[in-house]
């Protein structure tokens, strides 16, 4: 079985734009998208909602639902 993708964007990030973060998951089939909707690097650690579907997608391999979005 496959592992899923789940990738993580922030809408105002100097170092990785959500714009890489869009690309990225148009070329991983079946991957999906959370975006963050602040300033800087590394949301992971700033939002519970980032963390609690990143845990989730690396726990029990559930995805957020489409479209998600998440803030700081």
Same mark, same amino acid.
């Not at 714009?19 to 602040?38: C, K």
């Given at each position: %079985? +496959?592992?899923?993708?789940?990738?993580? /964007?922030?809408?105002?990030? +100097?170092?990785? $734009?959500? *714009?890489n973060? *869009?690309? &990225?998951?148009?070329?991983?089939?079946?991957?999906? &998208?959370?975006?963050?909707?602040? %300033?800087?690097h590394? /949301?992971?650690?700033?939002?519970?909602?980032?963390?609690?579907?990143? /845990?989730?997608? &690396?726990?029990?391999? *559930?995805? $957020? +639902?489409?479209?998600?979005r998440?803030?700081?």
């Amino acid at each position: %079985m +496959a592992g899923k993708v789940l990738v993580m /964007g922030n809408v105002s990030d +100097a170092e990785t $734009p959500l *714009e890489n973060g *869009e690309e &990225l998951h148009s070329m991983i089939p079946g991957s999906q &998208l959370i975006v963050l909707d602040t %300033m800087g690097h590394t /949301g992971f650690y700033r939002s519970q909602c980032l963390a609690t579907a990143g /845990g989730a997608t &690396l726990t029990r391999g *559930e995805l $957020p +639902a489409d479209g998600t979005r998440c803030s700081a």
